[in-house]
């Protein structure tokens, strides 16, 4: 997934936050690097610098920080063990595959008590989808896929997926170049699970997807922000992190969760079996979960926070109340978030994204 990558050299908010950072600090600050290290492993541009900082100084804890692009490319560097993390943000269906072989370790959450005390109910209620009792992650960022439109260019209603095949929106109409994504779209509509390896249900997915193509101006990652903003499209799929950047960018820009269920992604710290600096790790993510930091990295990525004490530190009251941001789940109907399908169903997938694709 590439919702992560984009550029965030822009702050969506102004909290005044400086006296409360320096309030919260937990005893006298340490010189950084004298407690060790702690080798952290996230996706890029998703966590705001400063925040590393403060952990530093506060702890005197040495953070090491490595990148990943992909859920894809960080799960065989973990499986392989040749490099050891202490702390990893996967995504929903990946925790899923590395509970499931093995790779995390159950959390000691008497050593993590920001996570509990601050993280709200639901996402924990909605993270059993991949993390079945909750021993293996912790929330860090949120959000879900729908619609994003442009209200001077659309004058029917937009509350399904459905408008993504109305021949009016020919060559106007930007989908995820992503299996899953694609294919969840076209799996709600059909009113299917989106984690179906049902053949029937994504053979219908499929010629969907297919009837659908000839209407197809493009299918993006990152340029579906850009062409929204743009004008240069009417109606895109899009991360609501996404949605939330190109609405204060043009005001045209309206974003929806299709009536039809959509997914909801979780992005979650884990700590890996193997991990060389436990306690370390486990002072990270509590860290993390701490309000203060929480709304700082919120403001510097944009995607949801899943800390309840960080939202109501939101000074911005649109921002704190938004629909986009802060959607409350329990309004919407089919939700899921994606699970790991074993090697059998992704490849099931891919073979028919690849006949989407070719056709």
Same mark, same amino acid.
């Given at each position: 997934m590439k919702r992560k990558e984009i550029q965030k050299t822009f702050s969506i908010l102004a909290i005044g936050l400086s006296a409360a950072l320096s309030l919260s600090a937990c005893g +006298?600050?340490?010189?950084?690097? &004298?407690?060790?290290?702690?080798?952290?492993?996230?996706?890029? *541009?998703?966590?705001?610098? *400063?925040?590393?900082?403060?952990? $530093? &100084?506060?702890?005197?804890?040495?953070?090491?920080?490595? #990148?990943? #692009?992909? +859920? $894809?490319?960080?799960?065989?560097?973990? #499986?392989?063990?040749?490099?050891?993390?202490?702390?990893?943000?996967?995504?929903?269906y990946m925790i899923q595959k590395m509970i499931d072989n093995g790779l995390l370790a159950e959390l000691d959450f008497e050593k993590i008590p920001n996570a509990k005390a601050n993280i709200g109910q639901q996402y924990w209620e909605q993270s059993k989808g991949f993390d079945a009792d909750n021993k293996y992650s912790v929330p860090y960022c949120w959000g879900t896929v729908g619609i994003l439109y442009n209200k001077t260019m659309v004058d029917d209603p937009v509350d399904?997926?459905?408008?993504?095949?109305? $021949?009016?929106?020919?060559?106007?109409?930007?989908?995820?170049? /992503?299996?899953?994504?694609?294919?969840?779209?076209?799996?709600?509509? +059909?009113?299917?699970?989106? +984690? /179906?390896?049902?053949?029937?249900?994504?053979?219908?997915?499929r010629d969907l997807l297919i009837a659908q193509k000839p209407l197809v101006q493009a299918y993006v990652i990152d340029q579906v922000r850009d062409k929204m903003i743009g004008g240069e499209a009417a109606l895109g799929v899009i991360y609501s992190g996404e949605a939330i950047y190109t609405q204060r960018e043009n005001p045209d820009l309206e974003y929806v969760i299709p009536k039809e269920g959509t997914n909801v992604w979780i992005d979650s710290w884990v700590i890996p079996k193997n991990a060389p600096n436990l306690e370390n790790a486990e002072k990270f993510i509590d860290f993390m979960c701490r309000p203060d930091i929480a709304v700082k990295n919120f403001s510097y990525i944009t995607y949801s926070t899943p800390n309840d004490g960080a939202r109501e530190l939101i000074e911005d009251e649109d921002i704190r109340n938004s629909g986009i941001a802060f959607p409350d789940l329990s309004l919407y109907n089919n939700l899921e978030t994606y699970s790991y399908l074993g090697e059998e169903g992704d490849a099931l997938y891919n073979d028919m994204w690849k006949e989407v694709k070719s056709n």
């Open positions: +006298n600050p340490s010189s950084a690097g &004298t407690n060790g290290e702690v080798i952290v492993y996230n996706w890029g *541009e998703y966590i705001d610098p *400063e925040t590393i900082s403060l952990f $530093e &100084t506060e702890t005197g804890i040495r953070v090491v920080y490595d #990148e990943f #692009e992909t +859920n $894809e490319i960080m799960y065989p560097k973990v #499986e392989a063990g040749a490099s050891k993390y202490d702390v990893i943000c996967p995504s929903d399904s997926w459905s408008i993504l095949w109305d $021949e009016k929106y020919k060559d106007n109409i930007l989908m995820q170049d /992503s299996v899953r994504d694609a294919f969840m779209v076209a799996l709600k509509l +059909n009113g299917a699970s989106m +984690n /179906s390896t049902d053949t029937g249900d994504l053979t219908a997915a």
